[in-house]
């Protein structure tokens, strides 16, 4: 394994199984134990806001590292809702828009630091909205890094779908107002907008790529109707070798997160969970 390999809770806990935190938990401590994986990325649902001392609780006994949380999406959402109302000249819905998004990253930000966890992946947009009003999204990025310098946390912005232009062009526009903060590029995501060489070759955004998630894509390129079911590497149409090889000539040497979820009505298929992290262990 040539970089850090983590599996996301998202891969295990989902509303298939009611969000079963405990369970993914004992799954992602077993596949540490087997050298498989190096530890968690962890998803930071909704569901968790009323019972944060219990989620602490689980993550710390479970023995796992957690160097990475994921930001909830509802942020970004939120944010992207704020633009929408603001160039409609809806101010007071703006307002309350943008003031939950910074109260629910306040939330976000307070439990990393409870968890000594370092960096957080955030989506910066999001939803319908989308990137549609981009800017109004990017010029909340300083204060969504103070917030989170606050508590001991350095911000990661993901390459996350976009309607209205496209990730790397919208990184391309943040990165004036990302200060200590880095990037995290996500494969799904780069395949659906036909961008996974460009990126990872670009000479502004490449370097302050520190992160990548990890899974398929089945379809072409803006298929957004393709980005669910999220597929398992070997499924879809990226070529993992040369995505690999491609690490190795830009000389990447940040960690790598697995986001492919193994969750259904029978339970978790973690034969497949383990094939999948053999597999990127052995080309990654």
């Given at each position: 394994?040539?970089?850090?390999?983590?599996?996301?809770?998202?891969?295990?806990?989902?509303?298939?199984?009611?969000?079963?935190?405990?369970?993914?938990?004992?799954?992602?401590?077993?596949?540490?134990?087997?050298?498989?994986?190096?530890?968690?990325?962890?998803?930071?649902?909704?569901?968790?806001?009323?019972?944060?001392?219990?989620?602490?609780?689980?993550?710390?006994?479970?023995?796992?590292?957690?160097?990475?949380?994921?930001?909830?999406?509802?942020?970004?959402?939120?944010?992207?809702?704020?633009?929408?109302?603001?160039?409609?000249?809806?101010?007071?819905?703006?307002?309350?828009?943008?003031?939950?998004?910074?109260?629910?990253?306040?939330?976000?930000?307070?439990?990393?630091?409870?968890?000594s966890i370092p960096r957080m992946v955030i989506h910066l947009w999001g939803g319908y909205a989308s990137d549609r009003f981009v800017?109004?999204?990017?010029?909340?990025?300083?204060?969504?890094?103070?917030?989170?310098?606050?508590?001991?946390?350095?911000?990661?912005?993901?390459?996350?779908?976009?309607?209205?232009?496209?990730?790397?062009?919208?990184?391309?526009?943040?990165?004036?107002?990302?200060?200590?903060?880095?990037?995290?590029?996500?494969?799904?995501?780069?395949?659906?907008?036909?961008?996974?060489?460009?990126?990872?070759?670009?000479?502004?955004?490449?370097?302050?790529?520190?992160?990548?998630?990890?899974?398929?894509?089945?379809?072409?390129?803006?298929?957004?109707?393709?980005?669910?079911?999220?597929?398992?590497?070997?499924?879809?149409?990226?070529?993992?070798?040369?995505?690999?090889?491609?690490?190795?000539?830009?000389?990447?040497?940040?960690?790598?997160?697995?986001?492919?979820?193994?969750?259904?009505?029978?339970?978790?298929?973690?034969?497949?969970?383990?094939?999948?992290?053999?597999?990127?262990?052995?080309?990654?």
């Amino acid at each position: 394994m040539k970089r850090p390999l983590y599996v996301s809770t998202g891969c295990l806990s989902g509303r298939v199984n009611g969000y079963d935190l405990a369970g993914s938990l004992r799954i992602v401590a077993s596949l540490f134990g087997d050298g498989l994986c190096r530890g968690l990325e962890l998803m930071m649902l909704g569901t968790y806001y009323d019972r944060l001392d219990e989620v602490v609780s689980l993550v710390r006994t479970s023995g796992v590292p957690a160097p990475v949380l994921h930001c909830e999406k509802d942020v970004g959402t939120l944010l992207s809702d704020a633009g929408t109302f603001d160039s409609a000249g809806k101010s007071d819905d703006a307002l309350r828009a943008r003031d939950e998004a910074f109260r629910l990253f306040r939330l976000n930000c307070a439990f990393a630091e409870e968890l000594s966890i370092p960096r957080m992946v955030i989506h910066l947009w999001g939803g319908y909205a989308s990137d549609r009003f981009v800017e109004y999204n990017i010029a909340a990025l300083p204060h969504l890094s103070r917030i989170a310098g606050e508590h001991g946390v350095r911000l990661l912005v993901e390459n996350v779908p976009s309607s209205k232009s496209d990730p790397l062009s919208n990184w391309k526009k943040l990165l004036p107002d990302l200060g200590n903060g880095g990037l995290i590029f996500d494969t799904r995501f780069g395949q659906l907008h036909d961008q996974i060489r460009e990126t990872l070759t670009d000479p502004e955004a490449a370097p302050r790529i520190e992160h990548i998630h990890v899974s398929d894509f089945g379809g072409g390129t803006r298929d957004f109707s393709a980005l669910r079911p999220i597929l398992h590497p070997g499924e879809g149409t990226i070529d993992f070798y040369a995505f690999a090889d491609l690490l190795d000539r830009t000389d990447y040497r940040g960690a790598v997160t697995l986001e492919s979820p193994v969750m259904g009505e029978d339970g978790w298929n973690t034969d497949k969970l383990k094939n999948t992290l053999r597999f990127l262990g052995t080309i990654l």
